[in-house]
């Protein structure tokens, strides 16, 4: 993660796609109710509801969860968690939900949708997406032609990202085979039965299927195969980002602002403190076992980056997807005011 926040902080100049059937994980969605109470940033009695995917995107809220049940927050809290983005989205169209932390792409989606009355404030998660087997012959992107990969649904961020990254590396989908499976744990349960088979799979998927058989082994990471393909100035992969309602930002920008330190608190805190993030993971029912989420959480890429820095790693990584599939990011790019830049 130091090497990509570094890489964006030098870049100064610079799923169909709201992912129907996004299951970055196999579980069933979560509801989790945490209010806060304490010195509060938004009017009083009011409650700033924050959803979020039940995985990576989900982690650097962990503490700040911990902190709103406490009733240390700055602003009183309502977290909901789900198992798929397009649980989240009907929320964010109908008001039922003030912020949404989703996948990049997405929320380009979702601003398209709703016709600009969304922007983003911060990228909470960079890349976590690793290509895992127990054939270590496999050394770079050229070496999966003419190999079968299995990865989760066609049109989803993982498949966009292999077939960019194919043909920056001078192959196409003809020169390999993408076997896609519906869930994450699928491809999880190909990779236990066949080691030597190769698989794309997102964080903690990772981990968990390394832990439970020896045999395999991360081969290829695919933040250091884009940043490869990018150089030093280009864009990052990015996961995931965080959205605000125009009009809840509007209303209560300070309780946005407060949200945004409380955020980037509690996301340097999971990545300085793995051991209890980790509890936290077990607890909240993002990660199955406490050893798991411990391997996991390092190598999650979970952050918050803001500002410029934000504008410049997002909008390039949108930039990539457009030029794969214009339907990636809702038809068209966003505009200059889906960045909130904290003026």
């Known amino acids: 993660m130091k090497r990509n926040e570094a890489k964006i902080k030098r870049n100064k100049k610079g799923n169909k796609i709201w992912m129907l059937g996004l299951a970055l994980l196999a579980a069933a969605g979560l509801l989790t109710g945490c209010v806060g109470s304490g010195d509060t940033s938004a009017q009083e009695g ?6 979020s995917l039940k995985g990576p995107t989900s982690m650097g809220l962990l503490f700040l969860m911990e902190k709103a049940e406490n009733g240390e927050a700055q602003n009183n809290y309502a977290f909901q968690m789900a198992a798929s983005a397009d649980e989240l989205l009907p929320l964010m169209v109908k008001d039922e939900l003030d912020i949404a932390l989703v996948p990049a792409n997405v929320a380009s989606v979702l601003y398209q949708r709703t016709e600009g009355n969304v922007c983003v404030i911060d990228i909470n998660t960079l890349g976590v997406l690793y ?4 054939d270590d012959s496999v050394e770079s992107i050229a070496d999966l032609k003419g190999r079968t990969i299995y990865l989760t649904g066609k049109g989803t961020t993982p498949d966009y990202a ?8 001078q192959m196409t989908t003809q020169d390999c085979v993408l076997e896609y499976k519906s869930e994450a744990a699928e491809v999880a349960a190909v ?19 390394c832990v439970q058989n020896p ?5 290829l990471d695919l933040n250091a195969e884009w940043d490869k393909v990018q150089g030093e100035d280009g864009s990052s992969l990015v996961t995931g980002v965080t959205v605000v309602r125009k009009e809840f930002l509007e209303e209560q920008e300070e309780a946005v ?5 409380e955020h980037s608190q509690s996301a340097a805190q999971i990545n300085e403190d ?8 077990v607890s909240q029912g993002i990660v199955a076992e406490e050893a798991i989420a411990q391997k996991a959480i390092p190598r999650c890429n ?5 500002g410029e820095a934000m504008k410049q790693a997002l909008s390039g990584y949108l930039e990539v997807l457009y030029g794969q599939s214009p339907e990636s990011v809702g038809g068209a790019l966003p505009g200059e005011d889906f960045y909130y830049m904290g003026q």
Do not use: K
């Open 302 to 306: 979970i952050t918050c980056i803001t």
């Open 191 to 209: 990779l236990a039965e066949n080691p030597d088979a190769i698989g794309l799979l997102p964080q903690p998927f990772v981990t968990s299927a």
């Open 274 to 281: 793995v051991e209890t993030g980790a509890s936290f993971a």
């Open 257 to 261: 602002r407060s949200f945004l330190e």
């Open 162 to 169: 292999l077939q960019y990254l194919l043909n920056a590396n």
């Open 215 to 219: 045999e395999l082994d991360i081969v």
């Open 131 to 134: 290509v895992v087997s127990g």
């Open 46 to 51: 009011e409650t700033v509801r924050v959803g």
